[in-house]
């Protein structure tokens, strides 16, 4: 599912912005977006590409003003910036030698470009430089955890609030998280269903599902649809997290489920003891079952995010199963994989 997340923006900065381009924050502002613009040319669908809404309304909802500028971005403020000495500096950051002190104050950082225009006051913001510079807010894409069978008319997703602290200690937090987990009961949000090619095999072929954290929310909605359907395929679950107190996410559905026999669930808590124990150990752990599944024709699904955990879980899997055999595997359309940054 695709949210449509609202920048969380303050009065101010809205006045502040609206002030730098010469206007109140009422007025009203007509734009669209040219069909060749990548937003129009996706599929991706929008009820922001063309229309009127006042300022305000822009810089909350159809602007990525939150997002991080490229070094272009920094090319095109110097040439609109009064000040000489920002007008150098953005000159400086906008070449192939400020690149490192580029990456340093801004990349690293996850400077917005909010926060570079508050930077640099002297710089010329005027409507057109705006929308020019700074492109269309996009959506986030989440997996849905629910099933259609289960709950026709419910959307689950499982989302970590992003909450972090960069290396200048400057609080940052996540765009569309902060922006969910500000809603109340009964708020209206603006999504879309997208397709996916991530799907379950024939209810009857089981099913050996490796997620840790919020990489367990597709299999949340297989497990939940073959529950919904009376599937008789067995099913395998991994999932990890840092602690079982506290990170254990659908921790009291899964603990019942299991406990039914609708999968056998096997948990890595990194944190829980001295050394830690991610979802790779469990694999090898329980090498005995892998192996007899894959001999019954199971299908293998990895979620989560895309840093080390899938070459770990990968060379467990071929630790398990033997060399090369989640090449075979892939070849055989028995593997499949949905990572994210």
Avoid at 27 to 39: E, K, Q, Y
Avoid at 137 to 145: H, T, V, Y
Avoid at 179 to 192: Q, T, V
Avoid at 324 to 341: I, K, P, S
Wanted: aromatic residues 10%; neutral net charge.
């Amino acid at each position: 599912v695709g949210i449509w997340p609202i920048n969380q923006v303050s009065p101010q900065q809205v006045e502040s912005l609206c002030a730098r381009c010469g206007v109140s924050p009422d007025t009203p502002v007509s734009l669209r977006i040219r069909p060749s613009h990548p937003t129009a040319a996706d599929g991706i669908p929008t009820p922001f590409t063309r229309g009127v809404a006042c300022m305000r309304e822009w810089i909350q909802t159809r602007v990525d003003i939150l997002g991080t500028p490229r070094r272009v971005f920094f090319e095109l403020a110097a040439t609109r910036a009064a000040d000489e000495r920002e007008r150098e500096r953005l000159e400086y950051f906008g070449s192939a030698e400020g690149y490192e002190d580029l990456y340093r104050y801004c990349m690293r950082e996850n400077r917005s470009f909010l926060e570079v225009f508050e930077d640099f006051p002297s710089v010329d913001v005027s409507l057109e430089f705006l929308f020019d510079v700074v492109p269309p807010l996009q959506p986030r894409l989440f997996s849905i955890a629910s099933a259609y069978r289960a709950t026709p008319h419910c959307i689950d997703i499982a989302a970590a609030v992003v909450r972090y602290t960069t290396p200048y200690g400057r609080e940052k937090r996540g765009v569309c998280t902060a922006y969910l987990s500000a809603l109340s009961a009964g708020d209206s949000i603006s999504l879309f269903v997208r397709t996916s090619d991530f799907r379950p095999p024939p209810p009857e072929i089981p099913m050996i599902m490796i997620g840790p954290g919020t990489g367990f929310a597709p299999f949340r909605s297989f497990l939940l649809d073959r529950e919904a359907r009376g599937a008789k395929g067995k099913n395998l679950v991994f999932f990890g997290c840092r602690k079982r107190d506290g990170d254990f996410l659908y921790r009291e559905w899964m603990e019942s489920a299991s406990a039914r026999g609708l999968f056998d669930l096997q948990c890595a808590f990194s944190r829980d003891q001295a050394h830690k124990i991610y979802v790779q150990h469990r694999i090898r752990d329980a090498a005995a079952t892998v192996r007899a599944l894959i001999a019954e024709g199971a299908h293998v699904y990895l979620a989560g995010s895309a840093d080390s955990m899938p070459r770990d879980v990968t060379a467990a899997l071929n630790d398990v199963l033997g060399d090369g055999a989640v090449t075979l595997l892939e070849r055989a359309r028995r593997f499949h994989c949905e990572t994210w940054n």
